[in-house]
């Protein structure tokens, strides 16, 4: 009877705790008295739980804040160097990653080209380049708390890569292979996933309840913030939007159909439409020469912005969002192909679905991707602390 009862009670003051640390991030700087008063929970309990934050280095006090009356109060804020957090955007030829802290800023950032594709040979120049991003973390109470990873592929709920069509790989058990390396928590996501989750947290879609995140690279693929929750659909693989049929007749696509969107609205579709009228450059080349005002470029990645368009119009009628968000490299082609892409939504969604829809481009560029793996690790970090 005892037992059940003690248990029962460190239940109700590890959700009062959470409760607690959640006002604080939420609200801070703030007092006590404040976060009794927005928890519902009473002074002595708060007090007990704040003692108990202060204790294991997640809050600290920062001086007084204005009186309502009596004394003045202590304010209290989180302390988001307690610990830190690795992302990686593990690219199909390059890889990039942070160290950040709690609330991700970062204290580190590394890049190099990849240009392994086995994942053994992946593996051997992950380890040390996580290695590296770790070793700069300065010593903190949790230490670094996790590891979150973003990939170009479908990803399983044991965070291994199912299928990552331009590595070639097929069952990667990532999650696997990185805990064992380093004994630490590692999530493994799609990179459309963890680029909406980095542009919700810290980039332009920072408030949004609901928006789509259109990660245009090679590829097209999307993920889908939805009532503020990542939507992974019933298997974890939601968001294949890339493959929206787009041409009843039109070219076959790897994926066995024919006429998908990232066909027609891709760097991939750029960059072949482009080889056809003789001009062989990559992505950089293209930009530069519609920078200089070459006309024929500009009118490519119009005709580009023309068929993403397409596709988000379907997007905005599928989903009613409050926000569409294009992000990864052709994101870099906001100035050319903005127009095109905001008259064809408009010509092609329906009218009440874009009125209250904004068409946004990635705040944080090439880095949405690695930001959301960071943020996917803190993000788990606090979830084992309310279940711990
Ligand atoms: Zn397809």
């Known amino acids: ?30 007092s006590r008295a404040k976060i009794s008063e927005v928890t519902g929970l009473n002074k002595a309990t708060v007090s007990s739980l704040v003692q108990d934050l202060i204790d294991n280095q997640l809050v600290r006090e920062i001086g007084t804040g204005v009186s309502s ?21 593990l690219g199909v030829n390059y890889l990039r990653g942070v160290l950040t802290d709690l609330r991700g800023a970062v204290v580190a950032e590394r890049r190099e080209p990849l240009s392994a594709s086995d994942p053994d040979d992946v593996f051997n120049v992950l380890r040390p380049f996580i290695r590296s991003l770790i070793s700069e973390a300065p010593d903190s109470p949790f230490g670094v ?40 928590p590692v999530l ?30 090679i590829g097209i693929g999307t993920g889908l913030i939805l009532q503020r929750t990542l939507y992974k659909g019933s298997s974890g693989f939601s968001g294949e939007l890339g493959h929206l049929s787009v041409e009843a007749h039109g070219k076959p ?47 490519l990645l119009a005709g580009i912005g023309e068929y993403l368009g397409v596709g988000i119009a379907n997007i905005v009628n599928i989903f009613n969002p409050d926000a569409v968000i294009i992000g990864n490299r052709m994101s870099r082609a906001q100035p050319w192909i903005e127009d095109a892409v905001g008259k064809t939504l408009e010509e092609r969604a329906l009218n ?27 993000a788990a970090f606090f979830d084992r602390l309310k279940a711990s």
Not at 72 to 88: D, R
Not at 265 to 294: T, V
């Open 188 to 217: 493994i996501d799609n990179e459309a996933n963890v680029g909406a989750l980095g542009e919700r947290t810290f980039g332009s879609g920072r408030g949004v309840s609901n928006m789509v995140y259109v990660s245009v690279g």
């Open 253 to 299: 696509c790897r994926c066995g159909n024919r006429g998908c969107w990232e066909l027609y609205a891709s760097e991939q579709a750029l960059l072949e439409q482009a080889r056809e009228l003789g001009f062989p450059g990559d992505l950089d080349e293209l930009l530069a020469a519609a920078e200089a005002g070459d006309e024929k470029v500009r009118m």
């Open 145 to 184: 708390v996790g590891i979150g990873v973003g990939v170009p592929g479908l990803v399983d709920s044991s965070g291994s890569v199912l299928y990552a069509p331009n590595m070639n790989w097929r069952e990667v058990p990532l999650k696997d292979a990185l805990s064992r390396t380093f004994g630490i």
């Open 1 to 30: 009877m005892t037992k059940t009862t003690t248990g029962d009670q460190a239940l109700i003051k590890r959700i009062n705790t959470a409760i607690v640390l959640e006002a604080i991030l939420r609200e801070e700087p703030l």
């Open 352 to 378: 009440f679905h874009l009125r209250g829809v904004q068409l946004l481009f990635a705040e944080l560029g090439g880095r949405s991707a690695v930001m959301g793996a960071a943020e996917l690790s803190i």
């Open 69 to 89: 009356g009596g004394r003045k109060p202590v304010m209290l804020e989180f302390i988001s160097t307690a610990g830190y957090s690795v992302g990686i955007d």
